[in-house]
């Protein structure tokens, strides 16, 4: 919804063998090239988090290793903090769609990738509170030059 709203294409992944959820891409060229991320989708119903910081528990150490160092396409994970009742997910009426809770984003290309990754072992990861997922951050993650309607 979020890439719909920002104008960008959002297309899922499936079946999701590369640790990446969704490909999403600008549909008009800015500086000879399309801008494009690749991204992972977790949802969490009990976030626990200390100080600035989100304390996600839920990454396998392979899908660490999908997202963790630099990419020729940058790859992001998106952790959607939702409801523990999936009913109070999405509230809507005639005027209005509203999702609950919030969506954070977190790069981990800086981060080193795990030797002999596996898929029985979780790693957590730091998600900074301030990055709050929304169409502004969005279209910023993807490229700086969409920012202000600047195309």
């Known amino acids: 919804m979020l890439a719909a709203a920002?104008?960008?294409?959002?297309?899922?992944?499936?079946?999701?063998?590369?640790?990446?959820?969704?490909?999403?891409?600008?549909?008009?060229?800015?500086?000879?090239?399309?801008?494009?991320?690749?991204?992972?989708?977790?949802?969490?119903?009990?976030?626990?988090?200390?100080?600035?910081?989100?304390?996600?528990?839920?990454?396998?150490?392979?899908?660490?290793?999908?997202?963790?160092?630099?990419?020729?396409?940058?790859?992001?994970?998106?952790?959607?903090?939702?409801?523990?009742?999936?009913?109070?997910?999405?509230?809507?009426?005639t005027g209005t769609l509203q999702l609950s809770h919030a969506a954070y984003w977190h790069s981990l290309e800086d981060h080193a990738r795990i030797e002999s990754p596996s898929c029985n072992r979780k790693v957590t990861v730091r998600v900074p509170k301030r990055n709050l997922l929304t169409v502004t951050t969005l279209r910023a993650l993807l490229d700086p030059m969409l920012v202000g309607g600047a195309t």
Do not use: H
């Not at 989100?54 to 990419?71: I, S």
């Not at 998106?78 to 109070?88: H, S, Y």
């Open 6 to 93: 920002a104008g960008l294409q959002a297309s899922a992944l499936t079946p999701d063998c590369t640790g990446v959820d969704f490909d999403i891409s600008a549909p008009t060229e800015i500086r000879g090239d399309f801008p494009a991320m690749r991204v992972q989708v977790k949802s969490w119903s009990k976030p626990k988090g200390v100080g600035e910081d989100w304390l996600f528990p839920g990454l396998t150490e392979k899908r660490y290793n999908a997202l963790a160092g630099p990419r020729r396409i940058p790859r992001y994970l998106f952790v959607v903090v939702v409801p523990e009742d999936p009913a109070k997910f999405a509230q809507g009426d």
